[in-house]
């Protein structure tokens, strides 16, 4: 209708190449016309907003036919037309959530009409809808049957396959849905959920970013990605899942267990600078999460930051989070950073006071081993190693077999 009473414009601003992007996020553009309202509410982003039935439209059609003093001529309703109006209102019926109304209409329609393939595929929508999963299984059967090019109704049919826990049929279904129409983002929003099913873990990463690229503002899509990530983590595909994160924290929101997921995937691609402001988020809500103190610390040395790693280890030492943790990371930051004295003098000065400490022993062992100072080394490695015994290690304990190796090496280097 606007582009009929404009000659063909454009109702929106073409702020992207992206038409799916334009019509979700642009307003109507305003022209001077008497049906102008009448078309701005037909495009409504809310579907509850738009015209629910053909009457509603035609009483304002009506309304704007008398302002301007033009007589709407009779209409002589046939039999085709009003069939038709069952499928429209079924179609609206559905868009404003009244599903068994809207079933009762499409199954009207259906008895007169039995070949609509879309009508079936309607059909089997709603019944699956509504929980009746073999109706709606036997619904968009026909449908495909009737249209083998239904990008919808096969897609519709592999969540139903899903559904009934028929993975293997599901991922058929959808990887068809696609191949026809490459830009249907709920087929590949449910061939991703197919995909992890079938253990096509990274190629159910990849769906969801493509989904993204199409409609990024579709909640349903963030509620989906939040509920795959986790597969996508503990498979490690590290990469992917920060990169569905950061479009989740673009167009949606994170909890702080999400932030945390985040920081720890980027922390692992070596995303410093990000996974520090999902670090800080964690520990703003919880200042005492030790795994974020580590990390965050870690982080911000490798980005040559080193007072703020300091400053994170010394949380560890202060809060008496893990001290002996703490402290062997500020030991190895001043090591690191070229101040070996200063950090030689930091753990003697504790180990002074707490000679039992092993993992502090160890630590210095590992910086005088990298100054070549292999007596020292192999002193320290060799108290670490007594302590261990002391406090009742056995002789195939992986620490203590991991301290001999060091001794070992370190005898080597001293020759």
């Given at each position: 209708?606007?582009?009929?009473?404009?000659?063909g414009a454009?109702?929106?601003?073409?702020?992207s190449?992206?038409?799916?992007?334009?019509?979700l996020?642009?307003?109507v553009k305003?022209?001077?016309?008497?049906?102008?309202?009448?078309?701005?509410?037909?495009?409504?982003?809310?579907?509850?907003?738009?015209y629910?039935?053909?009457?509603?439209?035609f009483?304002?059609?009506?309304?704007?036919?008398?302002?301007?003093?033009?007589?709407?001529?009779k209409q002589?309703i046939?039999?085709?037309?009003?069939?038709?109006?069952?499928?429209?209102?079924?179609?609206s019926?559905?868009?404003?959530?009244?599903?068994?109304?809207?079933?009762?209409?499409?199954?009207?329609?259906?008895?007169?009409?039995?070949?609509?393939?879309?009508a079936?595929?309607?059909?089997g929508?709603?019944?699956?809808?509504?929980?009746?999963?073999q109706?709606?299984?036997?619904?968009?059967?026909k449908?495909?049957y009737?249209?083998?090019?239904?990008?919808?109704?096969?897609?519709?049919?592999?969540?139903i396959?899903?559904?009934l826990?028929?993975?293997?049929?599901?991922?058929t279904?959808?990887?068809?849905?696609?191949e026809?129409?490459?830009?249907?983002?709920?087929?590949?929003?449910n061939l991703?959920?197919?995909?992890?099913?079938?253990?096509?873990?990274?190629?159910?990463?990849?769906?969801?970013?493509?989904?993204?690229?199409?409609?990024?503002?579709?909640?349903?899509l963030?509620?989906?990605?939040k509920n795959?990530?986790p597969?996508?983590?503990?498979?490690?595909?590290?990469?992917?899942?920060a990169?569905?994160?950061?479009?989740?924290l673009t167009?949606?929101?994170l909890?702080i267990?999400?932030?945390?997921?985040?920081?720890?995937?980027?922390?692992?691609?070596?995303?410093?600078?990000?996974?520090?402001?999902?670090?800080?988020?964690?520990?703003?809500?919880?200042?005492?999460?030790?795994?974020?103190?580590?990390n965050?610390?870690?982080?911000?040395?490798?980005?040559g930051?080193?007072?703020?790693?300091?400053?994170y280890?010394?949380?560890?030492?202060?809060?008496?989070?893990?001290?002996a943790?703490?402290?062997?990371?500020?030991a190895?930051?001043?090591?690191?950073?070229?101040?070996?004295?200063?950090?030689?003098?930091?753990?003697?000065?504790?180990?002074?006071?707490?000679?039992?400490?092993?993992f502090?022993?160890l630590?210095?062992?590992?910086i005088?081993?990298?100054?070549?100072?292999?007596?020292k080394?192999?002193?320290?490695?060799?108290?670490?190693?007594?302590?261990k015994?002391q406090?009742?290690?056995?002789?195939?304990d992986k620490?203590?077999?991991?301290i001999?190796?060091?001794?070992?090496?370190?005898k080597?280097n001293a020759?």
């Open positions: 209708m606007y582009q009929l009473i404009t000659k454009y109702p929106y601003v073409m702020s190449p992206d038409i799916r992007q334009v019509h996020s642009e307003p305003k022209i001077n016309h008497p049906l102008f309202e009448i078309c701005k509410k037909c495009l409504e982003k809310d579907l509850s907003k738009r629910q039935q053909f009457q509603e439209l009483k304002d059609l009506d309304k704007v036919s008398k302002s301007e003093g033009i007589e709407i001529p002589i046939t039999r085709d037309d009003k069939l038709e109006e069952l499928y429209i209102l079924s179609r019926l559905s868009a404003i959530g009244e599903n068994k109304e809207a079933l009762r209409a499409i199954d009207q329609y259906l008895s007169h009409q039995p070949d609509h393939y879309s079936w595929s309607q059909k929508r709603l019944e699956f809808e509504l929980g009746n999963l109706n709606a299984l036997v619904a968009t059967k449908a495909v009737l249209y083998q090019y239904s990008s919808t109704a096969l897609n519709n049919l592999g969540a396959y899903l559904e826990d028929n993975n293997a049929d599901a991922k279904c959808l990887l068809r849905a696609v026809i129409d490459p830009e249907n983002s709920g087929a590949l929003m991703a959920n197919a995909l992890v099913e079938t253990g096509d873990i990274s190629e159910a990463s990849q769906c969801l970013l493509k989904c993204f690229q199409l409609t990024p503002q579709k909640k349903s963030h509620t989906n990605s795959l990530l597969a996508f983590v503990q498979n490690q595909l590290f990469e992917f899942s990169d569905i994160y950061k479009l989740l167009y949606s929101s909890s267990n999400e932030h945390f997921n985040y920081a720890m995937c980027n922390y692992q691609i070596h995303r410093f600078n990000e996974a520090v402001k999902s670090f800080e988020i964690v520990l703003s809500a919880n200042p005492k999460d030790a795994t974020a103190l580590v965050i610390s870690k982080s911000y040395y490798f980005i930051n080193v007072d703020k790693a300091i400053f280890s010394d949380k560890l030492i202060s809060e008496e989070i893990n001290p943790q703490g402290m062997s990371m500020k190895q930051y001043l090591h690191q950073s070229g101040r070996f004295n200063e950090a030689e003098k930091y753990l003697l000065d504790i180990l002074t006071k707490f000679p039992m400490t092993d502090l022993w630590t210095l062992g590992d005088y081993s990298k100054e070549k100072l292999f007596n080394a192999l002193n320290c490695y060799q108290k670490t190693r007594q302590i015994k406090k009742g290690a056995s002789d195939n620490d203590l077999i991991f001999e190796q060091k001794i070992n090496d370190t080597k020759l």
